[in-house]
């Protein structure tokens, strides 16, 4: 953290840190807290401004830090009721500050303690803010990240096991459709083995009944006439 202020090498007070920033989610209060070191051996006043003054509630929001001494301020923001445009914040703070006489007591700092136009030497620390989402959107955001990496990993991985399964389909029915053919080719070489078994088969038997009709005629006729 660094410290924060108007003056160089001669500033009155030191404001830590640097930005106030406030976690926020709708309906829900946030607090930062700011802490005040006097730098100096003197009492030092301060008081803090802001910009959206309904929006925030500061206490204290002034005092008077004794010499070498810190106070701490706490900065709430009012439960919101929407989101503002990406988040930003374009409110800002302002810590003025101012050497007052010793064992001053808030009651009784004059009205024009921080007026430059009073004389006095006053001291300015300007803090911007910041919006920050909660740690368990955060997480939420991360979980969804993660959950949409592996959706597309679990969809990549799908999409080569479909791939995969196809190929083999494809594969399958091409070695099923080969195997139809070379049984049909079988079949086929069947039949035809059956045809020329008929066939040979046939012509024996044709062969053998015309030996026999021609030995029963050589035989007729070589046979002795009985007259």
Known sequence: MSAVGAGVGNQL???????LKFTFELEKQSYCDLKVVNNTENHVAFKVKTTS???YFVRPNTGVVDPW???IIRVTLQAQREYPPDMQCKDKFLLQSTIVP???????????SFTKDSGKAIEECKLRVTYVSPPSAQANSTEESLRDSQLSSDGT???QALQRL???R???ARQTKQLQ????????RRIRKSDHGFSFTFAIFVALIGIMVGFLLNLSLTSPSTE
Not at 102 to 112: A, F, I, K, M, R
Not at 181 to 188: D, G, H
């Open 13 to 19: 007070v030191s404001v830590y840190p640097d930005e």
């Open 53 to 55: 003054p309904k929006k």
């Open 69 to 71: 001494d810190s106070c």
């Open 102 to 112: 010793p064992n001053t007591d808030v009651d009784d700092l004059p009205q024009d």
């Open 157 to 159: 991985h799908l999409n």
């Open 166 to 168: 196809k190929d083999e």
């Open 170 to 172: 494809d594969t399958a």
């Open 181 to 188: 053919q070379e049984l049909e080719m079988l079949k086929r």
